[in-house]
């Protein structure tokens, strides 16, 4: 299983707040899970992730390469959601097909068309006019259709009812089957990383208490009580 993502030694200071010697890796394969509360630094490691900010010490590898070394063939294989809809409101998912065909060689017209139609999402209808959810179910069906060997995901299932989420929760899931890739999920939802991943990380006041797979986690207990354990000072990592 070749590596996707390995986050070495990072650290990255604020004036009041520091994200101190993180460490985590990715593997074909793996869906990650990265809980905290508000504040944790979960953002801030995604910035560090997609090279939006710079960094004290350490090393972060995406697919075997630095973005010294290579940030264009790095980004093609990203795919990214985020807790909000990017796309211009005045666009329909059918012209917003057509601007990614043109920025990605990787774009599978196809694959776009069949999760337009699995999530329901109208080809004609203004981004506009479309609630949260099918704004998130259409950031999904982009982020997907450019086969993306690692999807970054910060927040993107929050606000969407249990019904949606499992929907896209599973896509995702037969998405990484499929494909051999890696996702990495920021999120308060527990329940959304008991279903789909198999790493866990846990980021507490900008230290990565642990970062492991579920398998062993819970072992031990539920999730929430081990974070429960962290957090009252129990279990050191
Ligand atoms: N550009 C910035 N300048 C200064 N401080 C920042 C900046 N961006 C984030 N921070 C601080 O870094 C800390 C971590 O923020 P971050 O957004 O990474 O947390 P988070 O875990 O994603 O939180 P949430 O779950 O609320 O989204 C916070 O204290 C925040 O104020």
Redesign the pocket.
Known sequence: MNTLLKVSNISKD????SLNDINLEILEGDIMGLI?E???????LFKLILNLTSYKNGTIELFGKNYKEDEKFIKNKIGIVLDQCHFHELLNPQEIGRIFSNIYDTWDKKSYASYLERFNLPIKTKVGKFSKGMKVKLSFAVALSHKPKLLLLD?ATSGLDPIMRVDILDTLKEYVIENNSGVLIAT?ILSDVERIANKLSF?HKGDLVFSEYTSSITKNGSIESLMEKFIKGEVRK
């Open positions: 604020y004036p009041n707040f905290g508000n504040g944790a630094g979960k953002t801030t927040e308060h980021l």
